[in-house]
Structures are given as structure tokens and as C-alpha cells.
């Protein structure tokens, strides 16, 4: 008796076809920034019961903004599977905003912070440009004045300790956007190398200032210290080896660094 000739091959699972739908965003750094600013506002102010709504307007509104930025660099046909999650999105973020705005009217007034700074990035991804450092930094911004709106939605006074924090905050978010160019689309480029560099070390420089006149406790000025050197290192080890770093790699090294600038954001002047 023989044995059959072979065995049947097993079949690999077929891949995924058409990429993400528009239901869940894939940007995991804007995950980080969507979280931590809402986070902030929360801990140096006070909990209050509009935050609730206030944070499915403001995640919702991240989600609708990611499935419009996908239906905008979509072609002919392909836009509508991006119609479903942009008009769900769309219609609960309204619902949740309007209300915040029934329970705090007074709100209305970060419209005028809110609006140019989203009217940039969707020009930005209108014109096929997304990830643009316009486009980046604008959606930094407005995500970074999400700290004074949740105090000023709970009624808080805005203190010179929560301006400070959002400072904090600013600055490091702002300076995420060349330095993970420097690493992956712009890996290579001495220009941005140099943008990136110098605008840390204002940052750094910026933040110990700021210790000094006792706005800030002084454990930030060793965190930034850090966030000033990896801008360095990172590029010119991924130079000298003559490989990238794999944004994994990139990503893991950003959660460690952002959990830093979060303590040093909360962390009271004087406490360390």
C-alpha cells in the first residue's frame, strides 16, 4: 500500500482588500493627542457632568474628521463607503455638542479658536495635503485647546496654573509633528533635521524659564531635556546605522516620553 502522493497545502487567509473603511481612525499618535489634552483639562480643573457630553462630541468629532478626511482623498466611486461613518459620526457629534452648548452656552466663544484652526486642516486634506506640517500643527492646536474648554465648560476660572499646562502641552505636541517627520517622511532631509532640533531646544529653553519664575515645576526641564535630545539622537542614529527606525519602535518611544510631559504638566509648582 502506498501513501497518497501529498498532502493538501493549506490555504493562507486572504488579505483584507480596500483598506480602512472609515468606521475606526488608524492614526494611533492621534490617538495620544485626543486623550491626553481632554485628560489635562479634567485634572487641573475639576470633574463636572458636561464633561461627559463634551467628550463624545469631542471623539466622535476626531472620528467624523478622520472618515471626511477619508471621503475627501477618495476618487469617484470610492467616496461613498465613506458616507455611511461620516454621517453617523457627523450626527452624534452635533447631538453631543448641542448638548454642551444647551448646559454651558458661553462655550460658543472657543468657536473662534476652533474654527480657523479646523478650516486649515480641512483646507489642508481638501487639497490632498494631510500631512502637511500646516495641516499637523493646526490639528495640534485646536486638539491642545481642548484643556482650557474643558475648565471654562465646567464653570472653572481659567488660572494661570491651566495656561500653563496648556503651554506644557503645546509644546510638546507641536514639536511631535517634524521630529516623526524626521523619522520616517523626512527621514534624510538636514532641513528638517534642523527645524526640528532647534525648535526643541526653544522649547526646552521656553520650559525652563518657566521654572525658573516658578510657573512650572522644575521636573519639566529634565523631561524636556530628553524630548530635546531624542529629537537629536533618533535621526542621526537611524543616519549612522543606515536604517529607519520601524514606527512601531517610533510609537512605543512617543508613549514612554508622552507619560513624562503628562506628569510634568500635572505635577504643581514647588511639589518636586
Known amino acids: 500500500m502506498t501513501q497518497s502522493s501529498a498532502h493538501p497545502e493549506k490555504k493562507k ?5 480596500g483598506g480602512n473603511a472609515g468606521w475606526v481612525p488608524d492614526q494611533h499618535g492621534a490617538w495620544v493627542m485626543v486623550i491626553i489634552p481632554l485628560v489635562v483639562g479634567i485634572s487641573v480643573a475639576r470633574p463636572a457632568l458636561i464633561h461627559l457630553p463634551l467628550a463624545v462630541a469631542w471623539f466622535v ?6 472618515a471626511a478626511g477619508l471621503w475627501m482623498k477618495a ?17 452624534i457629534c452635533v447631538i453631543a455638542s448641542a448638548v454642551v452648548i444647551a448646559m454651558r452656552p458661553t462655550i460658543l466663544i472657543f468657536a473662534l479658536v476652533f474654527g480657523p484652526l479646523v478650516a486649515v486642516a480641512v483646507w489642508e486634506a481638501w487639497n490632498r495635503r494631510p500631512r502637511s506640517l500646516v495641516s499637523g500643527e493646526s490639528t495640534v492646536l485646536a486638539s491642545c485647546a481642548m484643556i482650557p474648554v474643558t475648565a471654562w465648560a465646567a464653570g472653572d476660572p481659567m488660572t494661570t496654573r491651566l495656561w500653563v499646562s496648556t503651554a506644557v502641552i503645546t509644546l510638546y505636541f507641536c514639536g511631535t509633528i517634524p521630529y516623526v ?14 527645524g526640528s532640533v532647534a525648535y526643541h531646544l526653544a522649547a526646552a529653553i521656553a520650559v525652563t524659564v518657566l521654572a525658573a519664575t516658578g510657573l512650572v515645576t522644575w ?3 529634565p523631561v524636556f ?13 537611524a543616519a549612522r546605522r543606515g536604517t ?5 519602535t517610533v510609537g512605543f518611544g512617543e508613549m514612554a516620553v508622552t507619560v513624562l510631559v503628562l506628569v510634568a504638566a ?3 509648582p514647588g511639589a518636586v
Open 225 to 237: 531635556l530628553v524630548v530635546a535630545l531624542r529629537a537629536w539622537w533618533m535621526p542621526w542614529q
Open 266 to 268: 500635572l505635577v504643581p
Open 181 to 194: 517627520k524626521t523619522l520616517i517622511r523626512k527621514r534624510g532631509d538636514r532641513t528638517w533635521f534642523i
Open 75 to 91: 476618487r469617484g466611486p470610492r467616496k461613498q463607503r465613506y458616507v455611511p461613518p461620516l454621517v453617523t459620526y457627523g450626527v
Open 61 to 66: 468629532g476626531y472620528f467624523a474628521f478622520f
Open 219 to 221: 521636573l519639566a526641564v
Open 244 to 248: 529607519p527606525w520601524r514606527p512601531r
Open 13 to 17: 487567509p486572504a488579505k483584507k482588500k
